[in-house]
């Protein structure tokens, strides 16, 4: 077996983005084929990197089982209000959403950020999971028409969307976008981040010794790196073998994961 390489300087986290800590989740539960932590319950089974051939939505796609797709971007700072991110955030999700390889109903937009605004905690999050647990377009505006705040944020989504669809969006397709539209903080860029905590425990149980979970991740910030700048399509089978001997794969159930020859 040969021992991975591991570049002190991915150690440190130097230089590293959030999206390469988001993307190095995904590639984990790619190379040990189990569901990522506090997620829901998906395992994924191939990832495309900077899929702008696929989808405007592009930093990451995700195929998982189920037959699900998550298309994943990243952006600092984002807020749900009159801002140029929202809008173009918005309009790529929408473009998305319409192209025919958005499947409405199964698949996920997942925008990930450091942080949002108390405002966008208390009344952005909350409209979404509104939409998402409403059983029609007419219950969720019902919902929205009693919180002021509430309509606020639905009106920042109306703009953007009747931007980039060039007209009004109707009801009950801006009721069903809203219910693919999420938003998740990551803290993976902070001092004593708990995310990336959360992630190294993930790992743990799969290292071989004497390698340490910190080393490890480094390895698959390095890895991702690579990959966006390669364009990258990576199934469990595709993966690199530095990878895949990394983990005692005997431990997921899925022994032929670490066997199996890589095609050429």
């Given at each position: 077996m040969r021992t991975p390489v591991f570049n002190p300087?991915?150690?440190s986290g130097a230089g590293f983005q959030l999206e390469h800590y988001v993307q190095a989740s995904y590639v984990a539960s790619l190379v040990l084929q189990t569901p990522l932590p506090l997620r829901d319950g998906l395992v994924v089974e191939q990832l495309v990197f900077q899929g702008k051939h696929q989808a405007d939505t592009d930093d990451l796609i995700a195929h998982l089982t189920r037959g699900q797709k998550q298309f994943i971007q990243s952006?600092?700072?984002f807020e749900i209000n009159a801002n140029t991110t929202f809008f173009e955030v918005i309009e790529n999700c929408w473009n998305d959403y319409q192209?025919?390889?958005f499947k409405p109903g199964t698949d996920l937009f997942i925008i990930t950020t450091q942080a949002l605004t108390k405002a966008d905690a208390e009344d952005g999050l909350v409209l979404l999971e509104w939409a998402r647990f409403s059983h029609s377009a007419a219950d969720f505006r019902q919902k929205v028409s009693l919180n002021k705040k509430k309509q606020a944020k639905l009106r920042f989504f109306q703009r953007a969307l009747a931007k980039a669809n060039g007209g009004a969006v109707d009801q009950t397709t801006e009721w069903k976008f809203l219910k693919s539209f999420f938003i998740r903080t990551f803290d993976?860029?902070?001092?004593?981040s708990r995310d990336r905590e959360i992630l190294k425990w993930y790992l743990q149980p799969f290292i071989k010794t004497p390698a340490t979970a910190e080393q490890v991740l480094a390895v698959l910030l390095d890895?991702?790196?690579a990959c966006n700048q390669h364009g990258a399509t990576v199934t469990a089978h595709s993966l690199p073998a530095n990878i895949r001997e990394m983990f005692d794969l005997k431990k997921n159930g899925k022994p032929w994961l670490g066997?199996?020859?890589v095609p050429a």
């Open positions: 300087v991915s150690t952006k600092h700072g192209n025919g390889f993976y860029l902070e001092s004593g890895y991702v790196a066997t199996e020859r």
